[in-house]
C-alpha cells in the first residue's frame, strides 16, 4: 500500500475521508511537539482556517525530545488522518479528514541548523507547544552550541536567533501560545526564557525585544484526543487505500481559552473561523472547571477502576460499581468545591459524563494513570481541602487517594522501572518520577514487615515534596485514608467502591 504523501494525494482522491487545503503556504507557525494532542487540536483548528482561507500558513513542527515522530511526518509530508467521533443528542458524527496543515517536521537533535534557519524565515508568527506538565521547566545549562535539552532553552536560543537575524526588529516578535495543562503556562515559559538569556549573558536589547515585541499567553485547553486505533487502524488503511502510520483519533469536543484581547483574533481568527475558542481577560475559572470536574473525574476513579480489572473509561463509566462511585464523588464532593455558580458546575459535570462514555473512544486507564501523583495534587487534593473546609469528610477522594497508594504498590522492579500487580495477575507499569517510585517502593516493604497500613499511610502523606504539604496535618485525612485502603487491602477496590456508590 502506498505511503500517505502529497504526491499520493495529487494522484488519489482517497474515499471517505475529507481532504484538506493543498495550496502550499508559507510557514507562519513553530509548534515544538508533536504529539497526538497536537495533532488533534492545533493542527486541526490552523487545517480548517486555511480550508476557510483565514490563516494561509503552514506549520513546522519540532520534537521536543530526542524521541519522537518528526521523521515519520516528515515521510509522510506532515500529513496524516484524524478521527473525530461522539455521539451527540443521540445522534453519532463521525468527521474523518486528512489534515494538511503541517509543512515539515524536524528533529532539532539531528537538524539544529535547519531548526535555527527557521527563525530566520520572516513569515514566523505563532509560537503552539505542548511537551507535558514536564516540558515547562527551568534547567541550568550553559549557553548551547548543540540542541539544548530542555524545550524552553531550545525555545529560548531560537528567538535570540530570530531577535539577531532581524536586529530586533519589533515586527519580527513571536506570539507564543503554549498548551501544556499548568497553570500561567505562557508566563511560566516567558520567566524561564529571561533567566536563560541572564544565564548566557544575553544583550539586554534581547530581553527588551521578548518583552516588547514578543506575547506569551497562558492558556486552558480541552479535548479527549486518544491517539493510534490500533485495533482499527489496518481495516482504515484499507478503506482508505494509503498506508498511514500517524493515524490519530480524538472526541468531537473542543475549548481553547486564551488569556489574551479578543483582538487576537482578527491575525489568530479562531472564533472567526467557528472554533470553540474564548479570548478572555482571566482564564482561571475555565482552568479550575476543567482541572477539577473533568481531569479531576478521571484522577479519582480510573485507579481503583484498573485494579478492579477494567481498561478502558467508557467501560468504567458503565460500570454498576465504579461509575455510580465516580458520579457520587463527581456531584457530591468534587462539585461543592468549585467556586462557579451550580448550575454550570452541574451541566459541565454531566457533559463530562458524556464525553466519558464515548462509545468510540478507547481512552486507557492505564495512559491516564501516568504520574498519578502529581496529577491528584492538581486535581483532587484541592476538592478534599474544600470540603474539610466545609466540615465534611470527603470518603469517596480519601478512597481515591488510598487506590493511588495501592496503585503504587510494586510487585517487580527491573532496571529503574516499576510494575504492580492487579487481582488476576495483570502486571503494569507504575509510572511517575523515580524519587517517587521509590518512596512507594519502600513504604510498601516496610508495610511487608509490618502489616501497619495506618504507618504506611502516615509516612506517603506526610511527603510534603509530592502533594506539596503535610498531608497528616489535615483532619481525619490519614484516618480516612487508612481505612479505605484496609477495605482495598482485604476486599478490593470493586468492594471499596461499591460501599461509596
Ligand atoms: N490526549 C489528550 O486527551 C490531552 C488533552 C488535553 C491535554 N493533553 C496534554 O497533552 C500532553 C500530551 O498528550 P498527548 O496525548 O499528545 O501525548 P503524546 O505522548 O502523544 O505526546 C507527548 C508529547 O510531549 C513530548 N514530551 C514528553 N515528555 C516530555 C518532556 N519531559 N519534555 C518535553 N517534552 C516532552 C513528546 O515529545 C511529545 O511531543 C499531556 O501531558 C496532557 O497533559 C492531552
Ligand atoms: O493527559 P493527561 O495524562 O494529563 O490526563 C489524562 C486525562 O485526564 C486528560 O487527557 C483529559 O482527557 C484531557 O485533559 C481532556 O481535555
Redesign the pocket.
Known amino acids: 500500500m502506498a505511503l500517505l504523501t502529497r504526491a499520493y494525494l495529487k494522484e488519489h482522491t482517497p474515499q471517505g475521508i475529507a481532504v484538506g487545503s493543498l495550496k502550499q503556504y508559507p510557514e507562519k507557525v513553530l509548534q515544538i511537539g508533536e504529539g497526538n494532542f497536537m495533532r488533534g487540536f492545533v493542527d486541526w483548528m490552523i487545517d480548517g482556517l486555511n480550508r476557510q482561507g483565514l490563516f494561509n500558513g503552514s506549520i513546522l513542527v519540532v520534537h521536543p525530545t530526542p524521541r519522537g515522530h518528526a521523521a515519520q511526518l516528515d515521510a509522510q509530508d506532515g500529513l496524516y488522518s484524524l478521527i473525530l467521533r461522539s455521539r451527540i443528542d443521540g445522534q453519532v458524527r463521525d468527521d474523518r479528514q486528512i489534515v494538511t496543515a503541517i509543512d515539515r517536521a524536524l528533529d532539532p537533535y539531528q537538524q539544529y541548523e535547519a531548526f535555527l534557519a527557521s527563525a530566520r524565515q520572516k513569515e514566523m508568527r505563532f509560537i503552539f507547544s505542548n511537551t507535558t506538565?514536564a516540558g515547562i521547566a527551568y534547567v541550568a545549562q550553559a549557553r548551547p552550541d548543540a540542541c539544548p535539552e530542555s524545550f524552553p532553552a531550545k525555545l529560548a536560543i531560537w528567538l535570540y536567533e530570530r531577535y539577531r537575524a532581524f536586529g530586533g526588529a519589533q515586527d519580527k516578535g513571536m506570539v507564543v501560545i503554549p498548551c501544556e495543562?499548568i497553570e500561567q503556562n505562557g508566563q511560566k515559559l516567558r520567566q524561564i526564557i529571561l533567566r536563560h538569556a541572564k544565564d548566557w549573558g544575553l544583550e539586554s536589547g534581547f530581553e527588551s525585544w521578548i518583552t516588547s515585541a514578543c506575547t506569551f499567553l497562558d492558556t486552558l485547553?480541552?479535548?479527549?484526543v486518544t491517539g493510534y486505533p490500533a485495533a482499527e487502524a489496518e481495516s482504515l488503511q484499507a478503506a482508505w487505500g494509503y498506508e498511514d502510520r500517524m493515524i490519530d483519533t480524538g472526541e468531537i469536543f473542543h475549548f481553547f481559552a486564551i488569556q489574551g484581547d479578543a483582538s487576537w483574533d482578527e491575525e489568530l481568527p479562531l472564533v472567526k473561523g467557528g472554533y470553540n475558542v474564548v479570548w478572555a481577560r482571566d482564564i482561571a475559572p475555565y482552568r479550575d472547571r476543567?482541572v477539577r470536574l473533568?481531569?479531576g473525574a478521571?484522577?479519582m476513579s480510573v485507579l481503583a477502576a484498573y485494579l478492579g480489572g477494567l481498561d478502558i473509561v467508557g467501560e468504567m463509566v458503565a460500570d454498576g460499581d465504579f461509575g455510580a462511585f465516580l458520579r457520587s464523588g463527581l456531584y457530591q464532593e468534587i462539585i461543592p468545591g468549585v467556586a462557579l455558580p451550580l448550575e454550570e458546575k452541574q451541566a459541565f459535570a454531566d457533559a463530562v459524563l458524556e464525553r466519558f462514555s464515548n462509545p468510540f473512544m478507547k481512552?486507557k486507564l492505564l495512559?491516564?494513570s501516568?504520574?498519578s501523583v502529581s496529577?491528584f495534587k492538581v486535581r483532587n487534593l484541592p476538592s478534599i481541602k474544600a470540603a474539610l473546609e466545609r466540615g465534611e469528610t470527603p470518603r469517596r477522594l480519601l478512597l481515591a487517594l488510598a487506590a493511588l497508594f495501592a496503585f503504587y504498590r510494586p510487585a517487580r522492579q527491573a532496571d529503574g522501572a516499576f510494575f504492580g500487580r492487579r487481582a488476576g495477575g495483570d502486571e503494569y507499569p507504575i509510572r511517575d518520577d523515580q524519587e517517587i517510585l521509590q518512596a512507594f517502593a519502600e513504604a510498601w516493604a516496610a508495610y511487608d514487615a509490618n502489616a501497619d497500613a495506618a504507618a504506611l499511610v502516615r509516612a506517603l502523606c506526610a511527603r510534603a515534596d509530592f502533594w506539596g504539604e503535610d498531608l497528616t496535618r489535615l483532619p481525619g485525612l490519614t484516618a480516612g485514608v487508612t481505612e479505605q485502603l484496609q477495605t482495598i487491602l482485604d476486599k478490593g477496590t470493586r468492594a471499596a467502591c461499591a460501599a461509596l456508590k
Open positions: 506538565e495543562l485547553v480541552d479535548r479527549i476543567k473533568l481531569n478521571h484522577t481512552h495512559d491516564i501516568l504520574n496529577k
